[in-house]
């Protein structure tokens, strides 16, 4: 099912020919290495180069009979290599393809996503000045608080996918690793130097403390980035789900010509998209709890980790893949409602000014305890009778004695809780 939601460019970067690619890739930095020693001779790398290929319905048939993936891929070089295939993998063991090869397809991945997350920025922070004077509701616990503008939400979803860049940025860095050490990593059988030339030449890292595999913190750490970008995936999918409730109705996520919303309820207009991508953030999410359970592994090795990675890798990276690329669709073509905006902050006659009133009676002497007391009593009469906020206060007789008229006005100025933004943004913006 994870097909359905694969974009071609992280399909080709899980394919099985992809793998195998990477895989000989691997095999020909290990011999380039060995003849740069002077250990194999010039000439066989050049011929083995010529004639190293492998086809993948073959190696999946030799698989099926030897139950080794690896031997598999080596067996169908050698049908194609002839006698010079000795040479190939040659001081090496299982896990020195298969974890430099896997840390070349995570790097990719990753950029790729990290690609997308740049483009996430860039359009967050278009949204985020185009609506930066767009006033609507601030709420908390779902209740009307304070006045923010729309452009505030934006601005804050770009802080996020900043840092969101660097951890994925520093996850890419720490899984760029090879390992090439031999069968339990004490490099009895590969000279290291002949391990530093194929790393360098495969543009990865050296791993000199291994096992017979690269530490899975590696690889943790990697998911967890992925994670956190799931959650600001849906920490975003989830706000505009909220504001497209028809209680509420000031953003919604593109409604296509000849979409249809209910098999029964032909007025229903849902936010699918941003539904999906809230499920999809708890797919992501749980994969976390399996990478961190690969670290703790039998002595040296077992191969309890290697299946699972075979599937918490390749969904993970395709799942944000693909909610990324339906995110970027989705603010690119949100409907904002700017009449439902004013509307939804008239909504309680007043009430979100309720702060301002209970500043200036404590400017004018009275104490916060008595002052948010006579406040709270008018702002509950307000919800109970559904009057004018202003009126209630105007007919307040500890309030008139206080405050005039004109300035009680003053408090109800929406322009008050505006006054810094400019401030936030060039803080955030730079």
Same mark, same amino acid.
């Given at each position: ?12 970067? +899980? ?27 010039? &000439? ?5 180069? @010529? ?5 993948? @319905? ?13 031997? *598999? ?18 001081? =090496?063991?299982?896990?020195?393809? $298969? ?47 304070? %006045? ?8 804050? +979803? ?39 030339? *194929? ?6 890292? %050296? ?29 975003? *999918? ?13 953003? =919604? ?11 029964? =309820? %032909?007025?229903?207009?849902? %936010? ?29 090795? &077992? ?20 909610? $990324? ?47 948010? @007391? ?8 307000? +919800?109970?009778?559904?009057? &004018? ?42």
């Amino acid at each position: 099912m994870i097909e359905r939601y694969t974009t071609e460019a992280m399909k080709e970067i +899980w394919s099985y020919e992809t793998k195998f690619n990477k895989w000989l890739s691997v095999e020909l930095a290990v011999l380039e290495g060995w003849v740069k020693r002077g250990d194999v001779k010039k &000439d066989v790398l050049e011929r083995v180069k @010529k004639k190293a290929a492998f086809n993948v @319905k073959r190696i999946e048939k030799i698989e099926k009979r030897v139950k080794h993936d690896v031997i *598999a891929f080596l067996t169908n070089l050698s049908e194609n290599i002839g006698e010079d295939a000795r040479f190939i993998h040659m001081g =090496m063991t299982s896990s020195d393809i $298969l974890d430099t090869a896997f840390a070349l397809l995570l790097k990719e991945a990753g950029e790729h996503i990290l690609k997308k997350l740049k483009n996430l920025k860039r359009i967050l922070r278009q949204l985020s000045k185009r609506y930066k004077k767009t006033v609507m509701m601030g709420r908390t616990h779902g209740v009307h608080a304070e %006045p923010i503008t729309l452009g505030l939400k934006f601005l804050l +979803w770009y802080d996020e996918v900043g840092r969101n860049i660097g951890r994925l940025s520093d996850a890419i860095e720490n899984i760029s690793y090879a390992k090439i050490s031999g069968s339990v990593g004490t490099f009895s059988t590969m000279p290291p130097d002949v391990f530093e030339y *194929a790393a360098r030449k495969l543009k990865l890292k %050296p791993c000199y403390a291994t096992s017979q595999i690269i530490s899975r913190d590696h690889h943790a750490q990697y998911l967890f980035a992925l994670a956190f970008i799931a959650s600001l995936i849906e920490k975003i *999918a989830l706000e505009i789900r909220h504001l497209q409730r028809t209680e509420v109705g000031e953003v =919604m996520e593109p409604f296509t010509k000849g979409q249809k919303g209910s098999s029964a =309820m %032909p007025h229903k207009r849902n %936010p699918i998209l941003c539904e999906r991508l809230c499920g999809m953030s708890r797919l992501v999410r749980s994969h976390v709890i399996v990478a961190l359970e690969n670290i703790a592994l039998w002595h040296e090795r &077992d191969i309890s980790h290697s299946s699972c990675e075979r599937i918490i890798f390749p969904d993970s990276t395709t799942l944000i893949d693909y909610s $990324l690329e339906k995110l970027l669709f989705i603010l690119k073509n949100l409907t904002v409602d700017e009449k439902r905006l004013k509307r939804n902050i008239d909504m309680t006659k007043g009430l979100i000014f309720s702060q301002s009133i209970l500043l200036k009676l404590i400017e004018k002497g009275m104490s916060r305890e008595d002052a948010y @007391k006579i406040v709270q009593s008018d702002a509950m009469k307000v +919800w109970k009778d559904e009057k &004018d906020f202003l009126t209630v206060l105007l007919g307040d007789k500890k309030i008139k004695k206080l405050l005039t008229r004109n300035e009680l006005e003053s408090c109800f100025d929406i322009n008050y809780y505006l006054k810094n933004i400019e401030y936030i943004y060039k803080k955030v913006l730079g």
